[in-house]
């Protein structure tokens, strides 16, 4: 476990989507406390979060790794409705992004959906923990 | 044993005994339980018993000389043929097929056993076909299977408010959880009791919605009388009428006011009050509300339509998810995703149903459908 030394260092970037401002507030603060000087950005509408994701410039010279926490159950857009939408835009940098689930719901078919979905690389229970994030970054290099 | 045979009997000691016997056979071919027909090889009748011919509406007259597919389903022909082939290919043997009968009223489902009668010299020469009536049994094993649809139907949604349940109950504690484990990072302890205060209370909200559900679902035995459908209707617009006011609403009423109908009041004012509320909640902000309620008898039931001229959803996408728990489509602060879910439930624990359809822009209607039988609840 212990094996990097820095495991916080390969996210630059954090993207938090719930519609439910409390978890929102927990996961900002276990963020903080997991990783200092990242760019954290936090979402209560789906719609809102997919336009950032949209409008962000992939000529920059170093792409950002990019930490998607995304809830499940919200109105209007639910997080599968969202990875659709993602999908849909086409954006080459996404392959920098790791998306995650994070929901209260205990559905099987919600989290073998999760298990087998493409575009995500995991499923975990609310509330957010540094150790749920100490595992996001096995794997993931850290390109700096 | 034929008729000729049992008189030909050249034994005079014996013709008491063979009337006996006659009589003995005449009454189990003539009984009032068992099909027995004859056809000869090509398949026409040469024999109906009487209890054939009272069942399928017919006379031996009528039918003696024509083909037995005559007083068959057309659906069945085939496995008929088919058993017949079996029987010549098997001629010691009798052979079951289920054959379907046309009569006045619809079909009677029949069980048959099939065997060829052979003559002196061992060849085949009639077709013997012995039946009896399982319509009733058919019918039991639609009604089983009808019970088992409705039990899967009910265990599937039961399995399905369980997560949803589980679900909103767990994300507040993960909420309070949570709050207590950044509790040391978070300086103004105030705004972290504020926020496990928040999540309890949504906690406690949700445990009141779930006694509130499984009190619907629970009731055995609904008192269901007749109510005027106008002056309930009524007198709940008057309780709201402020908030009608409010809207600009309209309410046309297009059937007679002395229109009646079997239910439940508490559940119908439940169900009226919560369609009207949800009109003026998702109204266009671009006009005036605009509701119209009409009614008529279906079948069983007594079809209440509820049209708006509100915002309109998209039914397409939502329709799965209209009537589902804690669903909400619109950004309203006051939904509470409830609403719906619980019409849905209180007009099924009446054995009637709920139908929505949608436009976007333009509006939505209800059609809720009351059931006027007899109503047994099932416990859910």
Redesign the interface.
Known sequence: MISQTNPASVYQRFIVIDD?K??N???K??I??FTKDVQLHVYTDPEVALDFIAQLNDTSPKQLNTLVLLDI?M??MNGWEFLEALKALNLNYLSHFHIYII?????PSDIKKAEEHDMVSGFF?????TEYLSQTCQGVSANM | MTEENILGEENTGNVKQSQNDDAYFRSIIENNSFYIIKTDLEGNYSYLNPFFCKMLSVTPEEYIGKNSLSLILSEDHAICIETVERCFAQPDQSHWVMLRKPVPNGALFTQWEFKILKDELGNPVELLCIGHDITPLILKQEELRNMVDVAAEQNKRLVNFT?II???I??HV??I???L??SQ??ADHDLALG?IQ??TTSLNEILSNLNEIISIQAHTSLPIVEVNVFEQINRIVQSIQILLNRAGTKIDYKFEENQVMQTNPAYFESIILNLITNAVKYKSPERDLQITISLNAQEQYKVLTFQDNGLGIDIEKYRDQLFGM??????NND?R?LGLYITKTQIEAMNGRIEVESTVGIGTTFKLYFNQKIIKTVTV
Do not use: M, Q, W
């Not at chain 1, 229970?125 to 923990?129: G, Q």
């Not at chain 2, 804690?326 to 950004?331: A, E, V």
């Open positions: 439910d409390i978890n507030l927990v996961s603060f276990v903080n406390r159950n109105p209007r929901s209260s719901s205990i559905d229970s609310k509330p957010l923990t | 997560y589980s679900h909103n767990r994300s993960a909420n959880l949570g709050i484990n950044i990072e978070l926020l928040e999540s804690y669903k909400t489509f619109h950004k939904s995703g």
